[in-house]
């Protein structure tokens, strides 16, 4: 089964989330990728502001201004690593000072998600977390116990990038790609230990919470969830 058309209609229409970019996953994969989709929808906490920029249309959600007030998007548990997902969301940080920001697969709520520099949960993704003297995007997993926590070597900010994350169960790996807002690789690992077992269910969580009195915002242009049809 080859990719969605730009009109597909398996993306959740209730937030407005655009299509990705056809260039966003490997033509090679065409005949073993099937689309997901949200099917299990997307929920908002902070409110879902349709949006509009030269980088295309984004949803903005918005926290509250008190410390620990959290924001962002999450689905409902929609994958695990043993359907060897391929997920991928275009994305922008719109603050980098005084906040901790997740975007991973994970089998956490939102709010405790980012709740935590090292959550109790099983997930895999990125981190800028303040709280933790992070200066670089954080590439990271975790099997419920132990965090692997890797340096991307690339500097946060707050530009349009691209993340990946592609697990495949029989390697018992993860991947992790960031790219930038043209979608060149800027970064890439593959991690084999502390990944979340294979039958654990996983939800999408893209989202902050704020570690001082100020309001944040999460910006979301596009998501997909991909899974390998020889599973």
């Known amino acids: 089964m080859g990719y969605p058309s ?21 033509e090679s994969d065409a005949s073993t990728l099937d689309i997901e989709g949200m099917f299990q929808g997307i929920t908002s906490t902070g409110g879902a502001v349709p949006t509009i920029d ?15 007030d959290d924001t962002g998007l999450s689905s409902e548990l929609t994958t695990r ?16 000072t005084t906040v901790r920001r997740w975007i991973v697969l994970t089998d956490l709520t939102l709010a405790t998600q980012v709740a935590s520099d090292s959550p109790a949960g099983s997930f895999a993704g990125i981190r800028l977390s303040t709280d933790a003297s992070d200066t670089n995007f954080r590439f990271t997993c975790k099997d419920g116990t132990t965090l692997n926590n890797q340096d991307s070597g ?4 707050t530009a349009v990038h691209y993340l990946r994350i592609e697990f495949d169960d029989t390697a018992g790996t993860v991947t992790l790609v960031l790219f930038n807002s043209s979608h060149t690789e800027q970064a890439r690992v593959t991690l084999t230990a502390n990944l979340p077992a294979a039958g654990t269910n996983l939800r999408i969580v893209s989202a902050c919470e704020t ?6 915002t999460v910006d979301n242009y596009g998501m997909a969830i991909f899974k390998r049809s020889s599973i």
């Open 6 to 26: 730009q009109g597909s209609a398996k993306f959740n229409e209730n937030v407005m989330l655009t299509r990705l970019v056809e260039s966003g996953l490997a």
């Open 54 to 68: 030269a980088n295309g249309t984004f949803v903005r959600s918005t926290s509250g201004g008190v410390s620990g």
């Open 81 to 96: 690593r043993a359907h060897n997902p391929k997920f991928e969301i275009k994305f922008k940080f719109a603050e980098i």
């Open 154 to 157: 690339i500097a946060v900010d």
């Open 211 to 216: 570690r001082d009195a100020v309001a944040r």
